[in-house]
C-alpha cells in the first residue's frame, strides 16, 4: 500500500442506510404536510364558528368546478334548496357541510372565508368587465359578501347559534 487514500466503495449496509434516510425524509416532508392541512382545517373551524363564510366565494368555487344542480346539494350533504341559499346567504352550512364543499370543488376549507378587501370587489371596476358579453353583463348582479345575521344564529355550532340556543 502506498498510503494513498481511497474512496470506500459503497456496501449494502450504506445503501441500505441511505434508502432509510431517503424514507425518513419522506415521512418528515408528509408530516409537514399534514401539520399544515391541520393548521388550515383548524384556522378554517375557528373562522366558521364566528360566521366569516362569504357566500361569493362559494358561488366562485362551485362555478369553477362547473358543479350546479341538486347533485352538489346531495355531495355537501344537504337537501335541496340548500347550496343556493349559502349563495344566497340566508342559510349558513355546517362544518361538515364545509368540509364536503370544499373536498367537491377541490378548494382548502379556508378559502371560503371572508378576506379583507373582499367587499371592495367589483368586477364592473376591474379589466374582466370589458371581457364580459352584454348578455352577462345583463344578468350581472353584485357579489354577497356576507351571511344573514339569522342565517348564522339558526346553524348548531357556531358562536352565535351557541349564545342564543344554549344556556
Known amino acids: 500500500m502506498t498510503g494513498e487514500h481511497t474512496m470506500p466503495t459503497p456496501t449494502r449496509f450504506r445503501a441500505a442506510g441511505d434508502r432509510a434516510a431517503a424514507r425518513l425524509r419522506k415521512r418528515a416532508e408528509w408530516a409537514a404536510v399534514s401539520a399544515q392541512r391541520r393548521a388550515a382545517h383548524d384556522r378554517a373551524y375557528e373562522q366558521w364558528t364566528t360566521g366569516a363564510l362569504a357566500p361569493y366565494r362559494i358561488t366562485r368555487a362551485l362555478d369553477a368546478a362547473e358543479l350546479y344542480g341538486p347533485h352538489v346539494d346531495?355531495?355537501?350533504?344537504?337537501?335541496?334548496?340548500a347550496v343556493d341559499e349559502w349563495e344566497?346567504?340566508?342559510?349558513?352550512?355546517?362544518?361538515e357541510q364545509l368540509l364536503a364543499l370544499?373536498?367537491?370543488?377541490?378548494?382548502?376549507?379556508d378559502s371560503f372565508?371572508?378576506?379583507?378587501?373582499d367587499e371592495?370587489?367589483?368586477?364592473?371596476?376591474?379589466?374582466?368587465?370589458?371581457?364580459?358579453?352584454?348578455?352577462?353583463?345583463?344578468?350581472?348582479?353584485?357579489?354577497?359578501?356576507?351571511?344573514?345575521?339569522?342565517a348564522v344564529e339558526?346553524?348548531?355550532?357556531?358562536?352565535?347559534?351557541?349564545?342564543?340556543?344554549l344556556f
Not at 370544499?102 to 376549507?109: D, E, G, I, K, N
Request: proline share 7%; net charge negative; hydrophobic share 30%.
Open 88 to 95: 344566497a346567504g340566508t342559510r349558513y352550512p355546517s362544518f
Open 113 to 117: 372565508i371572508a378576506r379583507e378587501g
Open 154 to 165: 339558526e346553524c348548531p355550532g357556531t358562536n352565535d347559534y351557541r349564545a342564543t340556543h
Open 74 to 81: 346531495i355531495a355537501c350533504g344537504a337537501q335541496e334548496p
Open 102 to 109: 370544499a373536498a367537491l370543488t377541490h378548494q382548502s376549507p
Open 120 to 150: 371592495d370587489l367589483d368586477v364592473r371596476d376591474t379589466t374582466m368587465w370589458c371581457h364580459i358579453s352584454k348578455a352577462e353583463r345583463a344578468r350581472w348582479r353584485p357579489q354577497i359578501t356576507e351571511f344573514t345575521a339569522a
